[in-house]
């Protein structure tokens, strides 16, 4: 039986990293805060996706005459494509936050930090990259190394599989802090492009484990993409409104309920928890965040 890595069995169901980073991202104000909900209202709706359903069925006069295996080839299809689809749609979602991030992020940019490029630097992603080169690891979140190698592994076998090419301009070690970054990048200009495999159905035209590999790479890349909207966040978030953030989330009922003979008034005005901290952690599923205190 093979062993559960406890840093992946750690990590949130993926809507519900989706809606931490959202909820969280909704209570940054100031200068920046136009800029930013453009950022959560994209991952609030990768947040709230369910299911796409792709139904093979809708276009087909036929459907009354056929055999038994004719009806469960497009029953598999359309359970398959819907997963399939479901998932490309929440990555798309998610990438456009990250579009966004980057856009955000850019202003922060100036032309002393490019060592790699002879000109002038216009890209907006190329310039949120080559800033993420310099980010402190306090802003780095939590096992994020870890998940950025799983997602290297999986691109790695997308790429032995479906004869694609990874663009590595920047010629980025495999454990580099921005490698991660780079293979979201490349995923997201496949998908752009229309080349990402689409005809997948692992009962008819290719294995299970292809399309697994394939299902789950996107997922991992979703997943990488927060990662990285959290450490520019954690960086450049600029005014966050702490208090109001702990109350909306019920932090103080719940710390009422479970110290209130602990601490005096003024010890619990003056121990709210680190934001930097907080942000670092919310894909992990005992993070301190909505979901937590949402009972209380």
Not at 114 to 121: A, E, G, L, Q, V
Request: aromatic residues 14%; negative net charge; proline residues 3%.
């Amino acid at each position: 039986m093979k062993k559960e890595c406890p840093i992946c069995s750690s990590l949130s169901e993926l809507s519900k990293h989706a809606h931490e980073v959202y909820y969280f991202s909704s209570f940054f104000i100031g200068s920046a805060d136009i800029k930013i909900r453009a950022i959560s209202e994209w991952i609030r709706l990768s947040s709230m996706l369910e299911n796409v359903e792709i139904s093979p069925w809708k276009h087909d006069r036929q459907s009354i005459f056929m055999c038994e295996p004719a009806v469960e080839a497009l029953d598999s299809e359309g359970k398959h494509y819907s997963l399939y689809a479901t998932e490309l749609t929440r990555f798309f979602y998610t990438i456009n936050a990250l579009e966004e991030t980057y856009r955000f992020v850019s202003q922060y940019y100036n032309e002393r930090l490019n060592k790699r490029f002879k000109n002038d630097i216009r890209d907006e992603s190329v310039k949120a990259i080559i800033l993420f080169e310099s980010m402190e690891k306090l802003h780095i979140p939590k096992h994020m190394p870890h998940i950025n190698d799983n997602l290297r592994i999986s691109f790695e076998k997308y790429c032995s599989t479906y004869n694609k090419n990874l663009n590595n301009s920047f010629k980025y070690e495999i454990h580099h802090k921005c490698y991660g970054l780079n293979l979201v990048r490349n995923l997201r200009n496949h998908l752009a492009h229309g080349v990402i495999p689409i005809n997948i159905n692992p009962n008819y035209n290719s294995t299970f484990e292809q399309w697994l590999d394939l299902y789950h790479l996107i997922r991992k890349a979703t997943r990488v993409s927060l990662l990285y909207i959290q450490a520019f966040l954690s960086k450049y978030g600029s005014i966050f409104d702490t208090e109001i953030y702990l109350d909306s989330i019920g932090y103080y009922n719940w710390r009422e309920e479970n110290y209130a003979d602990s601490y005096t008034q003024g010890d619990q005005e003056n121990e709210s928890p680190d934001v930097t901290d907080i942000i670092s952690q919310l894909h992990l599923d005992d993070c301190f965040g909505y979901y937590k205190f949402s009972n209380f």
